[in-house]
C-alpha cells in the first residue's frame, strides 16, 4: 500500500508565501502525472495545479502566477510553492500521483491564510 504524506502546511498572514512538499514513493512516479488538489471549508474537492512529462505544468485560474509545482523524480517528491497567499487559498490541499490504473492520494496538510 503505497502511503503519500503532505508536508509544509501552516497559518500564514495574506500576501505571505508557504512551500508544500509531499513524498510519492511510486514506483512510476518518474513518469506519472502529479498535482496538487484542494478542498475549501464548506466545498468539494478542486483542482490547483498538475505537472506530467506530456503537458507539463499547468494551473487552476486562481492560483496562475503565485503558485508553481515542481517535481524531484530522484527523490519521489512533488513540491507547491504558493506565493501572495489570499483567505480564500485556505483550504486542506492534497497531492495525487497518478500510476493508472492506480490513483494515489495523501492524506491531506492544512492551509490557513488569515490576519
Known amino acids: 500500500q503505497v502511503q503519500l504524506v503532505e508536508s509544509g502546511g501552516g497559518s500564514v498572514q495574506p500576501g505571505g508565501s508557504l512551500r508544500l512538499s509531499c513524498f510519492a514513493p511510486?514506483?512510476?512516479?518518474?513518469?506519472?502525472?502529479v498535482a496538487w488538489h484542494r478542498q475549501r471549508p464548506g466545498g468539494s474537492r478542486e483542482f490547483v495545479a498538475s505537472?506530467?512529462?506530456?503537458?507539463?505544468?499547468d494551473y487552476d485560474d486562481s492560483v496562475a502566477g503565485r503558485f508553481t509545482i515542481s517535481r524531484d523524480s530522484a527523490n519521489y517528491t512533488v513540491f507547491l510553492q504558493m506565493t501572495d497567499l489570499k483567505p480564500e487559498d485556505t483550504a486542506i490541499y492534497y497531492c495525487?500521483?497518478?500510476?493508472?490504473?492506480?490513483?494515489?492520494w495523501g492524506q491531506g496538510t492544512q492551509v490557513t491564510v488569515s490576519s
Open positions: 511510486v514506483s512510476t512516479f518518474r513518469y506519472s502525472a
Open positions: 505537472i506530467d512529462r506530456a503537458i507539463g505544468a
Open positions: 495525487k500521483v497518478v500510476s493508472l490504473p492506480s490513483i494515489y
